[in-house]
């Protein structure tokens, strides 16, 4: 059976693949077009595919053999899962293994935004720095300030219990109540109003569906407090970035530190130019052990769903009963 892959992913995952099918892998080090993507995937029997490939009917109607669609991000938006149920495809992602990275580079881009690191970066690197300055490049402090973190789930938890050495008020969000948040940290769970005016830092955990595209707009960040950091490493579109953009011109918010943006890989006008907005490239699940453990997930997964078993990680396990 032929399995294709859509962009190379860590060998970890290749290899276990390779002993059971015949894998093609895009020998390019870039994201598919459409035309390239639907011509790959005609006569494949399982398909590994990444966030900046939209599975959709398109792909399900030329991809006619395929058994299963394996997605390497936990995030699947790029996915139509109804559609696929529908189809009785069988689709997966890949959690848990990205967790611990992708809340170690929201305190990564929290710390950079709150202290100014790569602005002061930047001046070092120029030459320009006259000396100790009393005024110079003053931020906001960390320790005992009011976190407040939206979307409380398996990303959300894990970067509010790290603020634990931090002695920080921590403030959430969600439908469902997070015990062990509440347990650990004396965490409060509260609307998304009250936890817009009150954090210090404020950081977005939820995944992008249809109710949380531009959930952070410019009312919400006109909620802010002016001193206030926004961090965003889910998906761009969570952020209506235009508006984040005016705000973080006007000073309605102090700071931001992003990692996803609406239109990637572009950042939205303005964004690039702005001094006191840390930027990385959708890299939050970028470490070794995270990105192993993806391959090695989507790789089971796909293993699964060509054995006709359900996979361990399904986003439509009905299809199976
Ligand atoms: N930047 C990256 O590289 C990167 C890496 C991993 C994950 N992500 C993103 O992070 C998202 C979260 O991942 P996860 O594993 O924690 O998912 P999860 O499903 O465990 O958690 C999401 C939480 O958000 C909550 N939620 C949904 N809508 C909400 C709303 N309107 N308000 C408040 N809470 C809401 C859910 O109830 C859930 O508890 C993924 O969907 C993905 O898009 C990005």
Not at 108 to 135: C, I, T
Request: glycine share 8%; with cysteine; net charge negative.
């Amino acid at each position: 059976m032929k399995i294709y892959v859509t962009r190379k992913i860590p060998e970890a995952g290749l290899a276990l693949l390779r002993p059971h099918f015949d894998v093609e892998v895009n020998p390019e080090d870039r994201p598919l077009s459409r035309a390239e993507l639907l011509a790959k995937i005609v006569d494949a029997d399982g398909v590994l595919c990444l966030l900046t490939d939209r599975i959709d009917a398109e792909v399900f109607d030329t991809a006619t053999k395929a058994r299963g669609f394996a997605n390497y991000a936990v995030g699947y938006d790029n996915m139509d899962v109804a559609e696929a149920t529908r189809r009785k495809i069988p689709l997966s992602n890949t959690p848990d293994v990205l967790t611990t990275a992708t809340a170690e580079m929201a305190w990564a881009l929290l710390f950079s935004a709150a202290r100014r690191v790569v602005e002061s970066d930047a001046v070092m690197r120029s030459g320009e720095w006259k000396g100790w300055g009393p005024l110079q490049f003053i931020g906001q402090e960390i320790t005992g300030a009011t976190l407040g973190v939206i979307g409380s789930g398996r990303i959300g938890k894990a970067f509010a219990l790290k603020s634990a050495g931090f002695g920080m008020k921590v403030l959430y969000t969600d439908e469902y109540p997070c015990a062990e948040m509440e347990e650990r940290l004396g965490a409060r769970r509260v609307s998304l109003n009250e936890l817009l005016e009150q954090s210090d830092f404020v950081s977005v955990h939820v995944p992008l569906m249809p109710g949380t595209r531009h959930l952070i707009d410019e009312a919400a960040l006109g909620r802010m407090k002016k001193t206030a950091v926004l961090v965003n490493t889910s998906r761009g579109p969570v952020v209506d970035e235009a508006a984040l953009v005016r705000a973080l011109h006007d000073g309605v918010i102090a700071a931001a530190g992003i990692d996803v943006y609406e239109a990637e890989p572009k950042a939205a006008e303005g964004l690039a130019a702005l001094p006191n907005v840390v930027m990385t490239p959708h890299t939050a699940s970028a470490t070794v052990v995270s990105r192993n453990g993806m391959a090695v997930k989507a790789a089971n997964n796909l293993i699964a769903m060509l054995a006709g078993r359900r996979p361990p990680d399904c986003l439509n396990p009905e299809i199976y009963l």
